[in-house]
């Protein structure tokens, strides 16, 4: 039986080993890529001090799954009262667990969560295969955010 709960800090390294191992597999890198001290670093940071919430799939011992949901908080507007914004990120499933609705649950407790938090928007970035899922969830395309990024 599949079980999926919220990650504490106890869970860091199975926390951190499922982000890296995600990575490797969306952005198509070799199984023996060595990821940058700082990447590292600053994940491990962000696990332990940021404000976010990870969920993990557990197939008894072994973690088959992650999902994170990163908050921020802007002035507040008449659309967001509350101010609080959430990002959902990293939703990852391995390979022989997909399709079994593992995902689903994992972003549904995110997402109950983020709005217990009082977040009044969740955004993400999906990847053609993540956006099917999302789309029956309700996500929908927004024209409004323009974004700048920095070249690095």
């Known amino acids: 039986m599949i079980n999926i709960r919220i990650a504490t800090t106890d869970d860091i390294e199975a926390m951190m080993s499922s982000r890296l191992e995600m990575l490797k597999v969306v952005n ?7 990821y ?3 990447m ?3 994940s491990w940071d962000y696990f332990l001090h940021g404000d976010h ?3 993990l799939a557990l197939d008894g011992d072994a973690v088959i799954g992650c999902a994170s949901m990163s908050f921020i908080r802007i002035m507040p ?3 967001h009262p509350t101010g609080k914004r959430a990002h959902l990120m990293n939703v990852y499933t391995r ?3 997909r399709r079994r609705g593992i995902a689903r649950q994992m972003v549904e407790l995110l997402i109950d969560e983020a709005w217990k938090a ?5 955004s993400l970035d999906a990847t053609a295969s993540g956006r099917p899922l999302y789309e029956s969830m309700g ?4 024209t409004e955010c323009m974004v700048l990024t920095r070249k690095m």
């Open 53 to 55: 919430m990870t969920v």
């Open 77 to 79: 507007t008449f659309a």
């Open 118 to 122: 009082g977040a009044t928007e969740i």
């Open 40 to 42: 590292v670093r600053e």
């Open 28 to 34: 198509d890198l070799p199984t023996d890529y060595v």
């Open 95 to 97: 390979s022989e667990y």
């Open 139 to 142: 996500f929908k395309d927004s």
């Open 36 to 38: 940058s001290e700082e």
